[in-house]
């Protein structure tokens, strides 16, 4: 048995310690100071401050107080009596929030982005936010704020929530290995709390160089600072410091605290080591205490109003992010100003002080539940009922209207079809409903059937992510493997089609943002990395075709041009016996297209942009066309997305775009027979 965590036995019959409260004002001010960093960073400034760290770790130094009282007092854990009262206490002000943004994103935000916020608000609502952003690699320093989830901020909530179900479960675990060996509570929660706190550090560190945007929304990425408030809380009793050290360390924490964000470039950093800034700084305010002077930043902290405002602080933080998105949608600004920011923040106060004055607060005070806990899963269970019927409403909805659309999608959605001067089919009905579905639009995304499996597996683990295949019923006729970034991956709803008619073996290897370049052009590290692995990958595996995008279009105008290097890659491909297929770039614009079209009509002007606005008058394979490159295939199906001199957002009843640059899946599917048909004729393949 250890000696520093042994300790001396205790007597059966000791009596328990009294109660005594454990209210900090000054943390409660500190509360204050965090979500008014969070607020008006994202409101004012569309930075993250730090604020949101402060938080996290603030809630793990007041739950640490909670189970260690708990046991010096010799009380039971009671965990499940405590996840129930901590949810109870938590979910109507959530609840509420989530059924507003729910009505206001009914209302007010375009169908092209229900579906989204019909996921987050199911995941917020159990507490698994992060884990769907990271899926869906989220950009949270995106500055065009209008365009994020107005459920969004729920990532943080959510790992808070998983870290109050895992959290009490060490605290149980320790008390009973405490008592089963005669250990000190605290030491061993010393160690094994710092044990995570190092494991938890370096991980974070590590991830967030590899991926930052996954990193940020990771709740292991962040045990860390968690683990740092309750070491704070283990170590407080011991700490004796001067009146004089607790006044200096108080004002140095707060200082450094709320200049975090303004210092320092959180975007590329947190939560790696960098958001030791915000914490450490909390830990300081925290350890310095009541100082009893008038001259200590508690003074402050401890004030009525930064109190009062720490008691609304969770019902603020909840309101102030769909407000702000919300408000950008229907405005049409990618930011708020300091005027319209000043009315979102006052709004958000407004709401913060209801919510909390009305709903948390008679929920929280309500006796009923707190006789046994069978009541009080029956109160959660009521408080998620509240915001479960909506959400399942909205989704029948949106699922019903699919169906229906479905049903006649042959008839009523040729998409591209009908630009075929063979089309035999009816002129689609303008009223019929577009495909797909708007709410849809967002998921509407190609895959290949599966992961890479026998001799397509790469050899470089890194790339075996990024590797799909569709494999025929037979033997293959041929090999082609699709590379580059999402431009290349949204052909492949039409090279499916394709592949599966002529008993192609499919198969993808891709990096969103890496386009096809050749050794030292790549846009950044990583790419070029990516890239370089890829190329001794194709030397490996000698596909009889490789698919590529060959130009790249620039967002609203006729900036066309080669994709860089490529002509230098194509020749290396050439040289090594590969067949190459070229495809032209689609149009790009400045604005999200889907929205356009649901927002103004697909009729609307703004939604039939001219051609020469956003495509060279003149092919950029042009110089390429006119070399003597046997095995190069170039393929130009800008008459299947432009029309009449027009690029629309809707063709034959189907969504062109699923955003400002991507082509839908359904689209895309609806060129498989043209591109079929171009693809044989210019390869000669059989």
């Given amino acids: 048995m250890s000696r520093a965590l042994s300790a001396p036995p205790r007597p059966s019959q000791a009596a328990p310690s009294p109660r ?31 604020g949101v760290d402060v938080f996290l770790l603030i809630s793990a130094f007041l739950m640490t107080l909670q189970f260690v009282s708990k046991f010096d007092q010799k009380r039971p854990m009671g965990l499940f009596r405590h996840w129930l009262h901590l949810f109870r206490r938590l979910l109507p002000a959530a609840v509420t929030v989530i059924v507003a943004v729910v009505v206001a994103s009914y209302l007010f935000l375009p169908r092209t982005r229900w579906l989204d916020i019909i996921d987050q608000g199911w995941a917020s609502l159990f507490y698994i936010q992060n884990r769907l952003l990271q899926a869906e690699a989220v950009d949270y320093y995106a500055m065009d704020h209008s365009l994020a989830s107005p459920l969004q901020h729920f990532w943080s909530l959510s790992i808070q929530g998983q870290v109050f179900i895992l959290w009490p479960i060490i605290f149980a675990a320790c008390a009973w290995v405490s008592r089963r060996y005669v250990l000190y509570y605290r030491r061993l929660l010393t160690f094994v709390f710092g044990a995570v706190f ?41 700490l004796k410091l001067s009146q004089n050290v607790r006044i200096a360390l108080g004002w140095f ?39 009893g002077s008038r001259f200590g ?23 102030h992010w769909p407000l702000l998105v919300i408000g950008l949608s229907v405005s049409g600004k990618d930011h708020a100003g300091w005027l319209s920011g000043s009315v979102i923040i006052g709004t958000a106060l407004l709401l913060a002080f209801l919510t909390t004055r009305f709903i948390e607060k008679p929920w929280r005070e309500w006796k009923w539940p707190e006789v046994r806990r069978r009541r009080a899963a029956i109160a959660i269970v009521a408080a998620l009922s509240v915001a479960i019927i909506p959400l399942s409403g909205w989704q029948l909805q949106v699922e019903s209207e699919r169906r229906e659309a479905q049903s006649q999608a042959w008839v009523n959605n ?27 639009l967002s998921k509407d995304w190609v895959t290949l059937d599966g992961a890479c499996t026998d001799e397509l597996v790469p050899a470089s683990k890194a790339l075996r992510g990024a590797c799909s295949e569709q494999r025929p019923s037979g033997i293959p006729t041929r090999s082609v493997l699709v590379l580059g970034d999402s431009h290349a991956q949204q052909w492949s709803g039409a090279l ?15 990096k969103g943002g890496c386009k096809v370049t050749p050794e030292g052009m790549a846009s950044n590290a990583e790419c070029e990395e990516f890239n370089a692995e890829v190329r001794e990958e194709v030397t ?24 860089p290097g490529f002509r230098l890659q194509v020749g290396s491909w050439l040289d090594s016996d590969f067949d190459v297929v070229a495809l032209r770039d689609n149009p790009r614009f400045s604005f999200n297209m889907a929205e356009c079209v649901v927002r103004q009509g697909p009729e609307s002007s703004s939604c039939r942009p001219p051609v020469e606005d956003n495509l060279r008058a003149d092919s950029p394979f042009g110089p390429m066309a006119g070399e003597e490159l046997p095995g190069l295939h170039l393929v130009d199906m800008t008459d299947r997305l432009c029309t009449d001199g027009v690029c629309p957002g809707v063709i034959g009843n189907v969504f062109v775009y699923l955003d400002d640059n991507h082509l839908s899946a359904t689209y895309a599917a609806s060129m498989a027979e043209e591109l079929g048909r171009r693809i044989i004729a210019s390869t000669g393949w059989q």
Wanted: hydrophobic content about 50%; aromatic content about 10%; overall charge negative.
């Fill in 20 to 50: 005594k409260s454990t209210f900090r004002p000054e943390i409660q001010g500190l509360r204050s100071l965090a979500v008014l960093m969070v607020v008006t960073y994202h409101v004012w400034f569309g930075r993250v401050s730090g």
């Fill in 198 to 238: 190092v494991v938890s550090l370096a991980y974070s560190i590590f991830f967030t160089v590899v991926n930052q945007s996954q990193a940020y929304f990771d709740t292991g990425a962040r045990l860390w600072e968690f683990a740092l408030g309750t070491m704070v809380a283990l170590f407080l009793p011991g």
């Fill in 253 to 291: 924490g707060v200082v450094a605290m709320l200049s975090c964000g303004i210092l320092l470039n959180v975007e590329a950093a947190f939560p790696g080591i960098a958001a030791l800034w915000p914490t450490l700084a909390a830990a300081a305010v925290i350890a310095a205490g009541q100082t």
């Fill in 297 to 319: 930043v508690d003074r402050i902290l401890s004030s009525r109003f930064l109190v009062r405002l720490g008691d609304n602080s969770y019902a603020l933080y909840l309101w």
């Fill in 414 to 440: 040729p998409g591209a079809r009908v630009l075929d001067p063979t089309f035999l089919g009816d002129e689609p009905a303008d009223e019929a409903t577009l495909l797909p579905a708007a709410a849809d």
């Fill in 496 to 510: 499916k089609s394709v592949a599966k008619a002529n008993n192609w073996l499919l198969y993808s290897i891709l």
């Fill in 540 to 563: 490996r595996q000698r596909p009889d075709a490789i698919v590529a995008i060959g130009t790249a279009a620039v967002p609203s105008g006729p900036g066309e041009e080669l994709t």
